[in-house]
């Protein structure tokens, strides 16, 4: 079995912290594309890693989406 996976077979996220995962992506994508990728208003109305932390700490729905951006992006990175 693969140790970098999960056991629904999605690779695991273990110590990276959501705050990096939004760090990354606004350095990699800019807030712009965060905010088409993942349409929720922290990221389109005066978008600050603080603000956008705060939501996502308490919005699960939305934190999975950041975290499959940020695996979908990572992969890319990877890649190239």
């Known amino acids: 079995m693969d140790t970098?996976?999960?056991l629904d077979g999605r690779p695991a996220l273990e110590g990276i912290t959501l705050e990096m995962m939004v760090?990354?992506?606004s350095e990699?994508?800019?807030w712009g594309a965060m905010g088409n990728a993942v349409p929720i208003r922290c990221f389109?109305?005066?978008p600050s890693i603080k603000s956008s932390l705060k939501f996502l700490r308490r919005t699960p729905w939305a934190r999975a989406?950041?975290?499959?951006l940020?695996?979908?992006s990572h992969v890319r990175v990877k890649e190239i």
């Open 44 to 46: 389109t109305h005066d």
């Open 70 to 72: 940020y695996l979908i």
């Open 4 to 6: 970098n996976r999960k």
């Open 23 to 25: 760090t990354q992506l």
């Open 28 to 30: 990699q994508m800019g």
């Open 65 to 68: 989406k950041v975290e499959e």
